[in-house]
T-cell receptor
Framework: EPEVTQTPSHQVTQMGQEVILRCVPI?????FYWYRQILGQKVEFLVS????????KSEIFDDQFSVERPDGSNFTLKIRSTKLEDSAMYFC??????????FGSGTRLTVV | EDQVTQSPEALRLQEGESSSLNCSYT??????LFWYRQDPGKGPEFLFT???AGEEKEKERLKATLTKKESFLHITAPKPEDSATYLC???????????FGTGTRLQVFP
């Protein structure tokens, strides 16, 4: 069964450093998303991406965040200057039709 | 404001003891209601999508139902491998985002 692949599974970074989280969505999917889940809290929407541009973003997704689809297969989330409160599980998801997502297994980001 | 509330927060069942999980929602025009299963340290795994009141879907021991204000996930004769957190999410029309509840953590004991 096709799956969304995320790397790395766990990343530790120092506060103030830039970090890039990587995702390979399902190959025939057109819509891509990033969500995050702070430990013990709800899964929260960050951003959606379609046709090579952001289609919607949440209040969390400020200027420190950016997304990119650098080639035909990868989808990345960059955090420019990490803060302690950015520590969370980050989930990439993809969908063929903007609903019924398939989520990846996540990247656990720890900012120290 | 669109929101999702799930209850109970945690549920402990004996193997074979059927029960239901509740998801109450308010949304400005429902596009879809989604149930996911999440194992510790993993991403949400898609179970069901429901689109309109009265709709029901089944998969093995799970059955999801939908009304205009809530959805139920019925678990019939659960097994220990059904232990997980079950997440409910809604998507409103004209938006990409899913709004998740906090989930119900289900433990099934042999």
């Amino acid at each position: 069964e096709p799956e969304v692949t995320q790397t790395p599974s766990h990343q530790v970074t120092q506060m103030g450093q830039e970090v890039i989280l990587r995702c390979v969505p399902i190959s025939n999917h057109l819509y891509f998303y990033w969500y995050r889940q702070i430990l013990g809290q709800k899964v929260e929407f960050l951003v959606s991406f379609y046709n090579n541009e952001i289609s919607e973003k949440s209040e969390i997704f400020d200027d420190q965040f950016s997304v990119e689809r650098p080639d035909g297969s990868n989808f990345t989330l960059k955090i420019r200057s990490t803060k302690l409160e950015d520590s969370a599980m980050y989930f990439c998801a993809s969908s063929p039709e903007n609903y019924g997502y398939t989520f990846g297994s996540g990247t656990r980001l720890t900012v120290v | 404001e669109d929101q999702v509330t799930q209850s109970p927060e945690a549920l402990r069942l004996q193997e074979g003891e059927s029960s239901s999980l509740n998801c109450s929602y308010t949304v400005s025009g429902l596009r879809g209601l989604f149930w996911y299963r999440q194992d510790p340290g993993k991403g949400p795994e898609f179970l069901f999508t429901l689109y309109s009141a009265g709709e029901e879907k089944e998969k093995e021991r799970l059955k999801a139902t939908l009304t205009k204000k809530e959805s139920f996930l019925h678990i019939t004769a659960p097994k220990p491998e059904d232990s997980a957190t079950y997440l409910c999410a809604v998507q409103a029309r004209n938006t990409d985002k899913l709004i998740f509840g906090t989930g119900t953590r289900l433990q099934v004991f042999p």
